[in-house]
């Protein structure tokens, strides 16, 4: 009886940890910090020409996951209402009333940023700068004055991803390198073409929020031709992007495989514009960034150990 009690107690402890880590992952956005942390290594790894130093690329994950993770905290805190209200976001741990006391995790939230800013400041003051104006960009110009305001939101707040390059290029103290400067344009480029199409598939999500996206306001074929505007303009930078000393045609190749692919389901959004194209679109662009970037850094580090 009493090793029956024991192994009751110790399956709740075992799922109370699992509800821990899932309320983590979803409070801090930790999916799209990863994509961020991923950006930066590729603008450390473009800066670098190379593979970094181990201390560049610790630094890097633990300054970028806290600065991140802060500010799409204080972005959940501040949306705690309307995304009660929607579907997709109503199970949110602030949303859903989870968290007992929401001003604790703001001030958690704003305590990581400082950290984050304050632990590079002295020895590179370019990084905390990015690191500082990505979360300002997000949570001030995205989340407080544009989102509410403009259809206009994810394209000025996509320049939060465009800040997560910087912040790699400048750990190698590269942020003023052409490559790295070229990601930054390609994130601030592929940024409104990737959300858009997810806001097509949740646009009930946000009308019901009354948060002017661009499928929101505009006829879906309208959207679609955006999209498909910004995925070229992405394209086109991918594609440019080959020019730097670093990467080249084995950079290229695959590079323009994935862009013809991201332009076809473009297209094909414009001819159907539906929900399901839609989230098929949002999953290759996601797919396109992903390559984008690995290509990156595996053709700067076999380049590095080949000319050794």
Aim: proline content about 5%; glycine content about 6%.
């Amino acid at each position: 009886m009493g090793s029956e009690i024991n192994a009751i107690e110790a399956s709740h402890k075992r799922l109370t940890v699992q509800q821990l880590v899932k309320m983590t992952i979803s409070l801090f956005k930790l999916r799209v910090v990863s994509l961020l942390l991923f950006a930066a290594i590729g603008g450390a790894f473009l800066g670098a020409q190379g593979v970094p130093s181990w201390a560049a690329l610790i630094t890097i994950f633990a300054t970028g996951t806290l600065a991140a993770g802060g500010a799409s905290a204080i972005n959940q805190f501040l949306e705690r209402e309307s995304d009660s209200r929607a579907r997709r976001t109503r199970l949110r741990p602030l949303a859903s009333g989870d968290i007992e006391h929401p001003w604790m995790i703001l001030a958690i939230a704003i305590s990581m940023i400082l950290v984050a800013v304050v632990a590079v400041l002295p020895f590179n003051p370019a990084m905390a700068f990015y690191l500082a104006l990505g979360a300002l960009i997000y949570v001030g110009v995205y989340t407080i004055w544009l989102k509410p305001r403009s259809v206009l939101n994810i394209v000025i707040g996509g320049a939060a991803g465009s800040c997560a390059v910087m912040a790699g290029g400048a750990a190698v103290g590269a942020a003023s390198n052409p490559g790295v400067i070229a990601l930054a344009m390609l994130i601030f480029l592929w940024t409104p073409a990737h959300f858009w199409a997810l806001a097509m598939f949740y646009k009930e999500d946000y009308a019901a929020v009354d948060v002017p996206m661009l499928p929101v306001r505009t006829p879906p074929k309208q959207t679609a031709w955006w999209i498909l505007i910004h995925a070229i303009s992405t394209g086109l930078a991918s594609i440019l992007l080959a020019a730097s000393p670093a990467l080249g045609l084995a950079y290229l190749i695959p590079t323009t495989v994935m862009t013809t692919i991201m332009l076809i389901g473009s297209v094909r959004l414009i001819r159907n514009p539906e929900r399901q194209q839609a989230i098929r679109l949002f999953v290759v662009t996601n797919l396109f960034l992903a390559l984008v970037l690995l290509s990156i850094v595996v053709v700067t580090t076999a380049r590095q150990l080949l000319f050794a």
